[in-house]
């Protein structure tokens, strides 16, 4: 089963970036679809970005297009979001999201924190 293991939040400024990584290990097959989650306090877990392994398919959520970009290293198992012009709405703890054979994974979420 995937074990999915988030790195790379913290605090910063608005209008800032960052950079968050996930390594993903235990895949049977390297073929799944993995990608970004994020949950604000008081708010539901919405989907920030994916990428489909079949067809390299990449799906943003309406409030991150244009600034953020996941990218995948298959050689490395990871999966990276790059975070642009970030906003105080974007703080949340932000989770690495896996499937794999029909199952849903979860990395244990780090903190972003947009704040001036």
């Known amino acids: 089963q995937l074990q999915l293991v988030e790195s790379g939040g913290g605090l910063v400024q608005p209008g800032g970036s960052l950079r968050l990584s996930c390594l993903a290990s235990?895949?049977?097959?390297?073929?799944?679809?993995i990608g970004w989650f994020r949950q604000a306090p008081g708010k539901e877990r919405e989907k920030v970005a994916c990428l489909a392994s079949l067809d390299n398919s990449i799906h943003y959520g309406d409030s991150v297009k244009g600034r953020f970009a996941i990218s995948r290293d298959n050689a490395e198992k990871t999966v990276s979001l790059q975070m642009n012009s970030l906003k105080p709405e974007d703080t949340a703890v932000y989770y690495c999201y896996g499937r794999e054979a029909g199952v849903d994974y979860w990395g244990q979420g780090t903190q972003v924190t947009v704040s001036s």
């Open positions: 235990g895949s049977r097959s390297d073929y799944y679809t």
